[in-house]
C-alpha cells in the first residue's frame, strides 16, 4: 500500500491526494509511510533477500539436496525458519535438486573449470607432484555415508580424506585440508578430479588456488581419465564395504579408516611400488632426497 500513496501524492497538483489523507482512509500511519519512504524495502523482503543468498550458497555446495536438506542446513547454521517457507523461498529463486526429475536418466556433467594436466599419465617422480581425487559412497542402516579422498600418484599413498553422511563441496575442502595437514602444505601439486560438483564449487577451487595447488579435470564420461583412484576405490569395497552390512555410520567409518591406515597403507605390498608397502615406499623416497640435499 505505501507505493500506492507515494503515487497518489505525487500525482498533479488537482488530482493530488495529501499523504496525512491515504494513510487515514488505508488505515495506517504517516509515520510508518514516511518510514518505509527512508526505505522502501521491507524487512521481512530484506530478511527473504539475505535467506536466498545463503540458500543459493548451500545449493551450491550440495546441489543433489532438496528443499527439506536446505532447511535443515539453515537449522544448523542457528536460522529458525519453517520447511515450508524454504519451498517457497526455493521456488521463487528457482533452486531444486539436480535429481528432483526421476525420468531422466543421465545427469549432465558441468563444465570443466580446469585443463587435464595429467592426460592418464598415472606416473610421478617424487612425492606430493600429483594427487587423484574422488568421493564414494556405499549404504548403511542409518543411510548413505560418503568419502572424500586424495591418493599420491607416487606412493599410491591416501595422503588425505574426509568422511561425512552428506556430499556437499565442504567435504571435498575438508578432505583437502586433511591433505595438506599431513603432508606440510606442498606447493604446486597437480590435484586431478572428475567434473563433479563438488570439485567444480567455487569453495573447493578456491581452496586449491589459496593452497597453491593446480587443478585439473578428465573428460566427461571418462572413468579412465581418474583410473588410478579408482582402483583404490574398488579395493576399499572388496575389502571393506562389501564384507558386511554395516548397520550404523559410525560402525562403518571405523573400518574404513582402520582399513587404510592399518592394512592397506602398512600391510598392502604393491607390485608397482617394488613389493613394497607405500609406507615403506615413502620412507625410502624421503631417504634417497635427503641424501641428495
Not at 519453517?82 to 519451498?87: C, F, N, P
Request: with cysteine; glycine share 8%.
Amino acid at each position: 500500500m505505501f507505493p500506492l500513496v507515494h503515487e497518489m501524492a505525487a500525482t498533479g497538483a488537482r488530482d493530488r491526494v495529501p499523504v496525512a489523507v491515504a494513510c487515514r482512509v488505508l488505515g495506517f500511519s504517516e509515520q510508518a509511510y514516511y518510514q518505509w519512504l527512508k526505505q522502501p524495502v521491507s524487512a521481512r523482503e530484506a530478511e527473504e533477500r539475505h535467506l536466498i543468498g545463503v540458500l543459493r550458497g548451500l545449493h551450491e555446495e550440495d546441489p543433489e539436496g532438496g528443499y527439506r536438506v536446505l532447511a535443515d542446513d539453515l537449522h544448523d547454521l542457528g536460522y529458525e525458519i519453517s520447511e515450508r517457507r524454504v519451498w517457497r523461498l526455493c521456488k521463487i529463486a528457482g533452486l531444486q535438486s539436480v535429481i528432483a526429475k526421476r525420468k531422466r536418466r543421465y545427469r549432465r556433467a558441468g563444465a570443466p573449470v580446469g585443463d587435464d594436466l595429467v592426460q592418464r599419465e598415472f606416473t610421478a617422480e617424487r612425492l606430493d607432484q600429483k594427487w587423484l581425487v574422488d568421493i564414494t559412497e556405499h549404504w548403511t542402516g542409518e543411510g548413505r555415508l560418503y568419502m572424500c579422498a586424495f591418493k599420491d600418484v607416487c606412493s599410491n599413498r591416501i595422503v588425505g580424506y574426509a568422511i561425512d553422511k552428506r556430499m556437499k563441496a565442504s567435504l571435498a575442502v575438508r578432505a583437502l585440508e586433511n591433505a595438506l595437514i599431513q603432508r606440510g602444505y606442498p606447493k604446486g601439486v597437480i590435484v586431478h578430479s572428475d567434473r563433479g560438483g563438488q570439485f567444480r564449487s567455487r569453495s573447493f577451487q578456491h581452496a586449491l588456488k589459496r593452497s597453491g595447488l593446480r587443478g585439473s579435470m578428465g573428460r566427461v564420461g571418462a572413468c579412465g581419465d581418474n583410473a588410478a583412484m579408482e582402483s583404490f576405490f574398488s579395493l576399499l569395497q572388496k575389502n571393506v564395504l562389501d564384507r558386511k552390512s554395516w548397520g550404523t555410520r559410525e560402525e562403518l567409518r571405523v573400518a574404513i579408516v582402520h582399513w587404510i591406515e592399518a592394512r592397506y597403507h602398512r600391510k598392502r605390498r604393491q607390485r608397482r611400488l617394488g613389493k613394497l608397502t607405500p609406507v615403506e615406499f615413502e620412507a625410502i623416497m624421503m631417504d634417497a632426497v635427503a641424501l641428495a640435499a
